[in-house]
C-alpha cells in the first residue's frame, strides 16, 4: 500500500507539480514519482529529470550527522560552536564579519528566517545567494522598469502568443516542459512564429521559424533596432505610452543613435540584413508577441540593459498586461522566485522592500521588533567572496548550494573560503567540492524530506511537502538557523514550532501597513490555518483580499508600481562583452547546461539514466577551429583562460560559429579537477544586478597530444 503525495520538482525554475508515491510501512521500495495532472505549471508532464527524481531519493552519500572539524557531533554541540563563534566574530568585527550564501534550491521559509537572522537582528545584510548567478539582472530590469520586481506573464502567454521570440534561453533543455508545451502550442496553431536569438544552434531552433545566430552578448542591439523599427513601421501604441509610461523620447533616440540603420543594427549583431527585416515584419505584424528570456540575456556586464531593451519595445508597443504579450524572464532555479519574494539577495529586505525605498527597512525593523536592523546593501556574490579572501567576512554559512564549482574564478573562491575563519556549510550530500572546505556541516533534509513552499517563474507559488521521513540527524534549514539565533539570544523571535508559523509571518509582511498597494502581496494567506497550509494548492501572487485565486497576468489595467504608476522606458546603449577575443585570447567561452544535468550534479549524478544523455565534460568547436588547431572529435583539449585550465573532451559541431566555443558548467572536482569550467570565467559583473558575465570568457585552445 502506498499514498500519494503532491510536491513540486526541485529542477528548474519551471515547478512542475510531482505525484511522489509513498510506501506506507517500509523505504525499501523506492518511491516511484510521476507528474501531477492537477499543477498548472506542468499538468502531469515531467521531463527527464523530473521523472528520475526517486533515483536520486536514497543516496549513499547522505550527511547524517552534524560535523565539527571532521568529528560527527550533536546538534547541541554543533550549533553550540557555531552560536559562539559568530557572537565573537561580531562582538570583535562588527556584524558584516558574518554572512550568508544561500541558494535558490532552499525553500521560502528558510531564506525567509535566514534573512531575519542576519538582516534583523545580526545587522547585516550580507545575504546573497546563487540565485545572483541566474536572474538578478531580470530583477533590476523589472524595478527599473515597473518600479517592482513584478513578472508580468504566465505560462498560458506562451501558448497564446502569436509571436515568441525566444532570447537567451535553450528552453529545450533548460526548461524542457515549458518547452514541450509551447511545441505543442504551435503545433495546435501553426500561423505561430517562433524566433530563437541564440549565438548557438540548440536544440530549441528545432521549433524556430528562424534563428538570429547573432555575435555573442549583442542582443540589446537587437531590441534597440526593433524600438526605432517600430516607429517607421507605425506599430507604436501611442495611447499606451502617453498614458502609462515615461521616457519614451529619450529611449528613442538613443536607440536612433545606438542602431541608426538596418545596417548598422545588422553589422553589430553579426546576421544577415534579410534575418533581421524578417523579425521585424514578424514583430510589426504581430499584436500578440512575448519575449522569452534567460540566462543567456542575464549572465552578462550589461544584462540589465539587455533586460531593459526587451522591456522597451513591449511598452512601445503596448505589449503587456495583455493575453499572449509580455516580456518574461524564466527563472533557472526552483525557488529563485521565493528568494526575491523574502528579501534573499543583499540588496532586498523582505516582502519586495529594499533598502532604496524610503522608510522600508524601519518598517521591516518594527515588524519583526528587530534590535539591529541592518540599513544598507550588504555584500553580492562576488563582492563577498572577494571581502572574504581579504579577511573582511570571518564567518560563512553556505546553504544547499555548491560555490566551489558554481561561481566564477573558482581558485579565488577557494582561497576566500580557506581564509575565512568559519565555513559552515548545511548540505543533504556528505561530499561535494564545497563540504571539503567547511569547517561545520549541518546535516539539511532533501527533497521528499523539506517541507514548505517554493515559486515558480510565473509567479506561482505551490507546496514543497516532507512527505518522506529524514535519514539519521538530518533537519530541516529553517530550523538550524532557528538554533542558532537562540544561541545568540534571539529565543523569542526565532521560535517557531513549525514551517507554517513562518509562512503566514512572512505572509503578513506583505500587506503589513501597506493595505496591500505593493505587488507582491500575500496578505490573504496571513490568517491560513496549519490544516490550508498543508492543502495550500499552486496560486500566483499577488493574492489580495477578495482574490484568493490569485493573480495570473500583471498591468492589465496599465498601473505600474512606480510612484507616479507610469512604466519607464530605460535608454539603452548596446555594448559588447568585457572580455571579447584578442590574438592572445582567440576564442569566446559560452557557458551552460546540457539535457540531463542540474548544475553540480550532486542530485542528478545520482541517477544513472540522467547520465547517459551526456557522460563526460566537453567543449564544442566548430569544424573549422578545430581544423586550424588540428583538434580530433572526442580528442582532449587545453582550455585555458587569465583565470585557469579545463581539460575537455572536444565535440565538433557546427552548433558554434568559428571563433566560438560552449562548455557545459556542471563537472565538478570529483569527477577530475580538469573538468570544472567555471575556473575559466572572470569575476566581471553587471554594474547594476552584480550577476556575474559568465557567457563569455576570453581562452584559448590546444590539443593535448597523445591522447
Ligand atoms: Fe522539473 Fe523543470 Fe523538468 Fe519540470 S521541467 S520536471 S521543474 S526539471
Not at 524578417?278 to 552578462?300: C, D, H, M, R
Amino acid at each position: 500500500m502506498a499514498t500519494i503525495g503532491k510536491t513540486t520538482c526541485p529542477y528548474c525554475g519551471v515547478g512542475c507539480g510531482v505525484n511522489l508515491s509513498v510506501p506506507d510501512s517500509s523505504m525499501e521500495a523506492i518511491p516511484p514519482v510521476s507528474g501531477d495532472v492537477d499543477h498548472p505549471a506542468n499538468f502531469g508532464r515531467l521531463c527527464v529529470k523530473g521523472s528520475s527524481l526517486a533515483q536520486t531519493i536514497q543516496s549513499d552519500d547522505r550527511l547524517l550527522t552534524p560535523i565539527v572539524k571532521g568529528e560527527s557531533v550533536s546538534w547541541e554541540s554543533a550549533v553550540d560552536t557555531v552560536g559562539e563563534k559568530i557572537a565573537q566574530v561580531v562582538k570583535d568585527h562588527g556584524p558584516d564579519a558574518f554572512a550568508f550564501y544561500l541558494s535558490g534550491q532552499i525553500l521560502t521559509e528558510d531564506y525567509y528566517v535566514a534573512n531575519k537572522l542576519a538582516k534583523g537582528f545580526i545587522g547585516t545584510a550580507n545575504v546573497d545567494t546563487n540565485s545572483r548567478l541566474c536572474m538578478a539582472s531580470a530583477v533590476v530590469g523589472y524595478k527599473r522598469a515597473f518600479g517592482s520586481d513584478t513578472v508580468p506573464c504566465n505560462y498560458e502567454d506562451l501558448e497564446l502568443c502569436d509571436l515568441l521570440i525566444m532570447v537567451g534561453s535553450n528552453a529545450a533543455w533548460t526548461h524542457p516542459i515549458l518547452y514541450q508545451r509551447i511545441a505543442e502550442a504551435k503545433k495546435q496553431r501553426p500561423h505561430m512564429k517562433i524566433v530563437v536569438i541564440d549565438p548557438r544552434e540548440t536544440a530549441t531552433c528545432d521549433i524556430a521559424d528562424l534563428h538570429l545566430a547573432i555575435k555573442p552578448g549583442t542582443d540589446a542591439a537587437v531590441f534597440s533596432f526593433l524600438l526605432h523599427h517600430s516607429v517607421q513601421a507605425g506599430v507604436l501604441d501611442n495611447g499606451f505610452i502617453s498614458r502609462h509610461t515615461n521616457g519614451f523620447k529619450a529611449a528613442l533616440e538613443q536607440a536612433n543613435e545606438s542602431t541608426p540603420t538596418l545596417f548598422s543594427a545588422a553589422n553589430f549583431c553579426g546576421i544577415s540584413e534579410q534575418d533581421f527585416m524578417q523579425l521585424a515584419s514578424w514583430w510589426n505584424e504581430t499584436p500578440k508577441a512575448v519575449t522569452f528570456y534567460s540566462q543567456g540575456i542575464n549572465q552578462s556586464s550589461s544584462g540589465v540593459d539587455k533586460c531593459n531593451a526587451i522591456i522597451n519595445c513591449h511598452l512601445a508597443t503596448g505589449r503587456i498586461g495583455k493575453e499572449g504579450a509580455g516580456p518574461f524572464s524564466i527563472t533557472g532555479q526552483p525557488n529563485a522566485m521565493g528568494g526575491r519574494e523574502v528579501g534573499g539577495l543583499a540588496n532586498q529586505l523582505a516582502a519586495h522592500m529594499d533598502f532604496a525605498t524610503p522608510g522600508a527597512h524601519q518598517l521591516v525593523q518594527t515588524f519583526w521588533q528587530a534590535p539591529n536592523m541592518a540599513t544598507e546593501n550588504g555584500l553580492k556574490a562576488v563582492d563577498l567572496f572577494q571581502a572574504m579572501e581579504e579577511g573582511k567576512v570571518k564567518v560563512v554559512w553556505i546553504m544547499s548550494t555548491n560555490p566551489m564549482v558554481s561561481l566564477p574564478d573558482t581558485d579565488q573562491v577557494r582561497r576566500a573560503l580557506e581564509k575565512c575563519e568559519l565555513v559552515i556549510v548545511s548540505d543533504c550530500k556528505a561530499h561535494t567540492d564545497t563540504t571539503e572546505m567547511a569547517d561545520v556541516l549541518f546535516p539539511a533534509t532533501g527533497w521528499s524530506e523539506k517541507d514548505g513552499t517554493v515559486t515558480n517563474s510565473e509567479r506561482r507559488i505551490s507546496r514543497q511537502r516532507g512527505l518522506l521521513p529524514a535519514p539519521g540527524d538530518a533537519k530541516h534549514d529553517w530550523w538550524a538557523i532557528c538554533e542558532v539565533a537562540k544561541r545568540l539570544g534571539y529565543q523569542s523571535a526565532f521560535s517557531y514550532k513549525s514551517v507554517h508559523e513562518i509562512f503566514v509571518e512572512h505572509a503578513a509582511l506583505s500587506t503589513f501597513e501597506n493595505n496591500g498597494k505593493r505587488d507582491f502581496d500575500i496578505g490573504h494567506f496571513s490568517q491560513m490555518t496549519k490544516e490550508e497550509y498543508d492543502a495550500l494548492i499552486p496560486v500566483q501572487w499577488p493574492v489580495p483580499k477578495g482574490q484568493p485565486e490569485g493573480t495570473a497576468r500583471m498591468f492589465e489595467n496599465g498601473r505600474f508600481f512606480t510612484p507616479d504608476g507610469r512604466a519607464k522606458f530605460i535608454p539603452i546603449t548596446p555594448v559588447l562583452p568585457v572580455h571579447t577575443s584578442t590574438p592572445e585570447w582567440p576564442f569566446t567561452l559560452n557557458t551552460g547546461r546540457v539535457r540531463d544535468q542540474w548544475h553540480t550534479m550532486t542530485r542528478t549524478g545520482d541517477a544513472a539514466l540522467l547520465t547517459k544523455h551526456t557522460d563526460q565534460p566537453y567543449v564544442e568547436i566548430h569544424p573549422k577551429d578545430a581544423k586550424h588547431l588540428k583538434i580530433e572529435d572526442k580528442a582532449l583539449v587545453s582550455i585555458t583562460s587569465p583565470y585557469g585550465e579545463a581539460l575537455l573532451k572536444a565535440k565538433v559541431s557546427r552548433a558554434v560559429s568559428p571563433g566560438n566555443v560552449f562548455a557545459p558548467i556542471h563537472w565538478t572536482r570529483q569527477f577530475s579537477n580538469a573538468a570544472v569550467v567555471s575556473k575559466l570565467i572572470p569575476q566581471v559583473v553587471d554594474p547594476l544586478s552584480g550577476q556575474p558575465e559568465s557567457k563569455h570568457a576570453q581562452v584559448k585552445l590546444e590539443a593535448v597530444n597523445g591522447v
